[in-house]
Structures are given as structure tokens and as C-alpha cells.
Nanobody
Framework: QVQLVESGGGLVQTGGSLRLSCAAS????????MGWFRQAPGKEREFAAA????????VYADSAKGRFTISRDNAKNTVYLQMNSLKPEDTAVYYC?????????????????????WGQGTQVTVSS
């Protein structure tokens, strides 16, 4: 499994921005699709964004479209989530996840069941 460490969470006011980072230990990082998920108190973990191993396929949750941008730097074994125009409903623990590249699927998955490695999470709190 890939070891994943998230950073960049914190407290921000409504309308503010945060950039989350996720560093992977695996030297074959470029073989993994990467995703960001989030979990608010009392709610199930939900999909936010995902990017394929080469960046060729990107998908966002409807709630993230137009505000969040996922990117990756394979040379640094790192995936990012730029979050702009944050809202109180974005408050959650954000998790980075890795899925082994599926050569039979030309697009990145948004299903958490496809992601086998998870980080510990980073808290994002948006105050109103």
C-alpha cells in the first residue's frame, strides 16, 4: 500500500481559499490514480475530486465544480487540492486516497471502493 500524508488544512472564513497537499511514499506514484474525499461530522465519506495517473482524466463532485482544482506533480509524488470560494458546508476532514491504475478503465473513478490506500486526513473548517 501507498503511505499518504495530507497537509494544508486549517480554519478559513467563508469565501477564503486553502490548498491541500498529499505526499505519497511510493516511488511508483505515477502508477496510481489519486483522489480527495471528505467526511463531515455525522455524515458518510464523500467524493470530492480525482485525477488519473497521468492527469489525463479528472472528475469533480458537483459540489466542487468551479471551486476546487485537483492537480498532481509526479516528480514530487504529490497531489494537490486547491479550494477556492469556500463555504461552511465544505467543513470536513479531507482524505487523500490512491487507487492502482486500471488499464481497462480510461477514466478515473469517483468510487471510494476503488481506492485502496488512505491518508489520516486533514481538518478543514470554514467559518461563517
Amino acid at each position: 500500500q501507498v503511505q499518504l500524508v495530507e497537509s494544508g488544512g486549517g480554519l478559513v472564513q467563508t469565501g477564503g481559499s486553502l490548498r491541500l497537499s498529499c505526499a505519497a511514499s511510493e516511488r511508483t506514484f505515477s502508477s496510481y490514480d489519486m483522489g480527495w474525499f471528505r467526511q463531515a461530522p455525522g455524515k458518510e465519506r464523500e467524493f470530492a475530486a480525482a485525477i488519473s495517473w497521468n492527469g489525463g482524466s479528472i472528475v469533480y463532485a458537483d459540489s466542487a465544480k468551479g471551486r476546487f482544482t485537483i492537480s498532481r506533480d509526479n516528480a514530487k509524488n504529490t497531489v494537490y487540492l486547491q479550494m477556492n470560494s469556500l463555504k461552511p458546508e465544505d467543513t470536513a476532514v479531507y482524505y487523500c486516497a490512491a487507487a492502482v491504475r486500471n488499464v481497462y478503465r480510461p477514466y478515473v473513478s469517483n468510487d471510494k471502493a476503488d481506492f485502496g490506500s488512505w491518508g489520516q486526513g486533514t481538518q478543514v473548517t470554514v467559518s461563517s
